[in-house]
Structure formats: C-alpha cells, structure tokens
C-alpha cells in the first residue's frame, strides 16, 4: 500500500468534513442542547416549586380545618352555655311563678277562710242570739239581757 494522493485525499476529505460539522452542524446541534438543558431545568425547577407550593398549601389546608375545629367546637361551647343559661333562667322565671301562684292561692285560701269564719261568727252570733232570747225571755230582765249580749260579743 501506497501512501499516495488517495490517502491525502481522504485525510482532505476528512478535514473538510471536520471543518464544515464544526462551523455550520456542530454549533446548532449545541444550542439545541443547551435550550433542551435549560428547559428541562426550568421544568425541574417548576416541578420543586410546585411541590413546594403543594406542601404549603397542604400546611394551610390543614391550618384551616384545625382553626376551622377549633371554631367549631367553641360555637358548641357557646352553645351549651347559652343552653344551660336559658334552661337556668326557665327554672328561674317557673320558680318565680310557681312561688307567686303559691302565695296568690294562700291568699285566696285566706280569704276564704276568714269569709268563712265572719260567716260562722255572724250564724254563731244569730243562734247564740235566738238561744238566748229564749232563755231569757224566761228568766232575765232587759239589763241582765245586754250585759249577757255584751259578754257574748266580746266573747266572739
């Protein structure tokens, strides 16, 4: 084998090849690269911040249904309280009118009673009256009579 223009042809070619992906393939091929680099990147970095967000949003989430429990439960407090407040106050206002029904009734009562004793003191008086007229009629004088009447009255 000779080494002869053949070869220096090749070696030519080559070069030529070498020279011409190096100027005009080489350098779009490498800015392809490097915009695919930096998108990936840039959808690397999105997807971290994504999930930095999702986790915050996960922290507030949860934030909100605790303060949102927390509400809750004291509504439910508040509830109860405003609760065993108006069944404090009903047992209040039904003792209030259970007593002023009592002492309006031991009123009545009284009443009554006293209408009840005038009306037996006023029959008393007449049947004390008619019994003594009776006897006396018989056996007194008319002074003996009202100093007995007297006596009687004052009696009753």
């Not at 695919?36 to 989430?61: D, Q, W």
């Not at 439910?76 to 209030?96: G, H, M, P, V, Y």
Request: no cysteine; aromatic share 4%.
């Amino acid at each position: 084998m000779d080494i002869n223009a053949t070869l220096f042809g090749q070696m030519l070619t080559f070069a030529v090849l070498v020279w011409f992906t190096m100027k005009y393939v080489w350098p779009p091929i490498t800015k392809t690269i490097h915009e695919r680099e930096k998108k990936i990147a840039a959808g690397l970095e999105a997807a971290e911040r994504s999930k930095r967000e999702l986790e915050m949003a996960e922290h507030k989430v949860l934030a909100i249904i605790r303060d949102a429990k927390q509400d809750a439960q004291r509504i439910i407090d508040q509830a109860n309280l405003n609760s065993a407040k108006l069944i404090e106050e009903a047992k209040s206002t039904s003792r209030i009118e259970g007593d002023r029904i009592i002492e309006q009734a031991q009123g009545e009562i009284a009443r009554e009673v006293a209408k009840a004793k005038d009306a037996l003191r006023a029959q008393l008086a007449s049947l004390v009256i008619a019994g003594a007229e009776k006897v006396i009629a018989h056996d007194l004088d008319a002074k003996t009579h009202d100093e007995l009447l007297n006596a009687l009255v004052d009696e009753i």
